[in-house]
């Protein structure tokens, strides 16, 4: 592959933004349960990119980044139900979701490359 490490990765790099801009918009969210569990599903993004690309195998990335493409898709649900509640403004809801599909379509674009062709 043409990259030294996860880092380099351009899907990587935005998924950690996407962490870290999620939990700014949800600094003053009182429900800490909900919070938890939209800002795990954010961090789960970049954190299954890395394990993945530090496996042996390509079949073994795929599966994490597989995981990684969940993750992005829980992001996303949870961030539709956070501004209908009212725990997100509409213009971070889609600022963060478009972010979130873009981060989805890079890593179909990735799985893709690492899938034979049959």
Same mark, same amino acid.
């Given at each position: 592959?043409?990259?030294?490490?996860?880092e380099d990765l351009e899907v990587w790099r935005k998924s950690v933004?996407?962490?870290?801009?999620?939990?700014?918009?949800?600094?003053? $969210?009182?429900?800490?349960?909900?919070?938890?569990?939209? $800002?795990?599903?954010?961090?789960?993004?970049?954190?299954?990119?890395?394990?993945?690309?530090?496996?042996?195998?390509?079949?073994?990335?795929?599966?994490?980044?597989?995981?990684?493409?969940?993750? $992005?898709?829980?992001?996303?649900?949870?961030?539709?139900?956070?501004?209908?509640?009212?725990?997100?403004?509409?213009?971070?809801?889609?600022?963060?979701?478009?972010?979130?599909?873009?981060?989805?379509?890079?890593?179909?674009g990735l799985i893709k490359s690492l899938t034979p062709k049959t």
């Open positions: 592959m043409a990259y030294q490490s996860y933004e996407l962490s870290v801009q999620l939990y700014r918009v949800l600094s003053d $969210c009182r429900d800490y349960g909900f919070k938890d569990q939209v $800002c795990r599903a954010a961090v789960s993004v970049p954190s299954n990119i890395a394990e993945g690309m530090e496996r042996d195998s390509k079949r073994e990335t795929a599966h994490f980044l597989h995981i990684a493409k969940g993750s $992005c898709a829980e992001v996303r649900t949870q961030l539709l139900i956070a501004s209908k509640i009212g725990y997100v403004k509409e213009a971070d809801f889609k600022v963060l979701t478009s972010d979130a599909e873009f981060i989805s379509r890079m890593l179909h």
